[in-house]
Every structure is written in C-alpha cells, then in structure tokens.
C-alpha cells in the first residue's frame, strides 16, 4: 500500500495546487472520493525569536486541516476552530505545509519576532523570485557559484 493519490485510478491527474474543492481531476468537476488527499509537498518552519502567543499574534493554526485535501472556502470554513501556535524564545514550531495557517491579532504593545522558513520539493519554485529581488550590486559582485544558486542558470 503507497501513498494516497489525489486522484482515482485511471485519471489525468491534475499539478499540485492545481486542485480545488470541486476539481480533483484533470477530466473535470465530479463528487470527491472520501479518500484523497494530496501529498506534503512543504515543511514550515517557524524559530521563534521572542516568546510567540495568542495574545502577541502568534500564528493560527486549524487542526486536521492538512488532511481536508483542499484549500479553505471563505463561506463554508468561516467559522472553523483554530488554535494558537505558542511557544517560548528559541523554540521552533515545524508544520505540514498544507495547514491552514495565519497570522493571530497582536493584543500587547510588543513586537512578536518569527523567523519563518519554507522547506518544499525540488519541483516548486521558492516564495523568493531571486531572479527579480536580488539588488543589481549584490548581483555585480556575485561569483558563478552565487548566481547559479539564486537561479541564473540555464
């Protein structure tokens, strides 16, 4: 027995994001099967810089919801439970990228410092575009080896 795929057997399947509440297969719309789910394809990693709560905006997370094998609806999951993610300074916090996840009300007065880093497979393209962010002076004194590794390859 493998991995749950998100698609039945037989269909064209469709990209990793591509999927939707009511699109699971590349043959179009039909009734979800009870089983699907699409694979992890992220790590979240959160280093907490000083202590992170409810009350000073730490990060809200909905439980189970990397199993829903769908991204949240605005109308149906309105009112879905979530839970503070917490935690004191030099904690990390690590996550399944397909948690639904956002950033808590800040009630205190004090800043709430996060480091967040984004591990994913080879095939995705980092939340950083390096061709376009970098600065023109950074890129000036780059060697072959930096310029490779930010993507200035072919």
Known sequence: MGALKPTARGEKHLPVGSFTRKRFSADGPRKVPPNTLSLSAASNVLVILNAMSGENGGTRLVLGSHLAGCDPDKVMDAKVNTISAEGPFG???????????????????????????????????????????????VFAKASDQLRELNGFRL
């Open 91 to 137: 904690c990390a916090i690590i996550t399944d990228g397909r948690y639904w996840h956002g950033t808590g009300s800040n009630q205190n007065k004090t800043d709430l410092n996060v480091i967040l880093a984004t591990f994913c497979d080879s095939q995705f393209r980092p939340q950083e575009n390096y061709t376009v962010g970098i600065r023109p002076e």
